[in-house]
């Protein structure tokens, strides 16, 4: 007997990863559930529209499906109104477990060492994003008390591979000569391979026992942004550490930086915010090109960062074991940059 799995965002990178594994797995059912209707199913996969923000066609897509994955992403607005939208969605539809895919930055881009899953979370963090995915954890637990439909929710942190936006960017600004390194890549990044997330969150709908729990997944190895980037930028003909350096320890955000935070942060203009944005996304013909930032708060923090989140409670509670080494993930990435369009990297 199968399980039938909804996989909602099965238009993203991350949700369309998960419908191309999950199609080749005989235990499920899978059903992609995105917006408009996907140009490149995978045989065996159903496919079905719903509009993330309307929660009668949500209910009327998972009807049937015994397990929810939420793989949508979005601005803070939208991050801190949609899971719970869309859990009471699932509840209706009489879903029996929803698996919520968080972020690790609810312990911030930069964690303190020792940080794991028994760490408390903070709604106070300086930027908007990292509280809206706290808000929204802190959501879905307070509604579940009142339902029969269980939550399990998993925090990754960058999730690289074929197809992430990060990868694309840092090769996009290799191509454009605005690429550089801070700190000369020494800090850590707690990197996830694609389908080392998609194993952990197919683990998240299986596990019995695990209602209400929080798992941090991640590589096995302790990774460096010079790890991760280096491969990236040899792919692209260049050497990473002839990159220009910047130190993160001499970064101070600016006013303007402070005050978009602060805005995007609050629930009346942050609301108006999003929906400009929204407005310009939906007016653009093609989708925006992945460049890498300027140094930023959010980037100084993680580049920065010196604590690798351990993933003992993943592996003790889900029997979670990445199954793509870091050298495999980037011998994968570098074959997708090496066969990549230039549509692939967001050149229109």
Not at 36 to 55: F, N, V, Y
Not at 164 to 183: C, T
Request: hydrophobic residues 40%; aromatic residues 6%.
């Amino acid at each position: 007997m199968t399980t039938t799995l909804g996989v909602l965002g099965a238009g993203g990178f991350i949700g369309g990863r998960m419908v191309e594994l999950l199609a080749a797995d005989e235990r499920f059912t899978t059903v992609a559930i995105g917006r408009s209707a996907s140009k490149q199913l995978p045989l065996g996969a159903i496919a079905r529209q719903a509009d993330a923000q309307d929660g009668e066609s949500l209910t009327q897509v998972l009807t049937d499906c015994q397990v929810a994955v939420y793989c949508l992403a979005g601005n803070p607005s939208f991050v801190r109104k949609n899971a719970s939208r869309v859990y009471q969605a699932a509840v209706a539809a009489g879903v029996k477990r929803f698996v919520y895919l968080s972020s690790a930055v609810v312990h911030g881009q930069n964690p303190a060492v020792n940080t794991d899953e028994r760490s408390p979370i903070r709604a106070n963090h300086a930027i908007a994003y990292n509280n809206a995915k706290v808000k929204a954890e802190r959501s879905l637990l307070a509604q579940r008390a009142g339902t029969k439909t269980e939550v399990v929710i998993v925090r990754p942190g960058i999730v690289w591979g074929p197809k992430s936006s990060w990868v694309a960017a840092f090769a996009n600004a290799i191509a454009d000569g605005v690429a550089y390194q801070a700190d000369h890549g020494q800090g850590i990044c707690n990197s996830v391979y694609v389908d080392n997330l998609v194993h952990g969150l197919i683990l998240a709908t299986i596990t019995p026992g695990i209602d209400r729990e929080a798992f941090v997944v991640g590589d096995a190895e302790t990774v460096t942004w010079a790890d991760l980037y280096r491969p990236i930028a040899q792919a692209m003909g260049a050497d990473f550490d002839a990159l220009p350096n910047v130190e993160t320890a001499t970064f101070r955000p600016s006013f303007k930086e402070n005050l978009k935070e602060t805005l995007r942060g609050m629930r009346g203009i942050g609301t108006l915010l999003s929906a400009i944005q929204e407005r310009r996304q939906q007016a653009r013909t093609t989708r925006p090109r992945p460049v890498l930032a300027p140094l930023n708060r959010e980037l100084a923090d993680l580049y920065r960062c010196q604590w690798h989140l351990p993933i003992a409670k993943a592996a003790d509670q889900l029997a979670y074991q990445p199954p793509v080494s870091f050298a495999d993930g980037c011998v994968k990435t570098v074959e997708w940059l090496n066969t990549s369009t230039p549509d692939a990297l967001g050149h229109h």
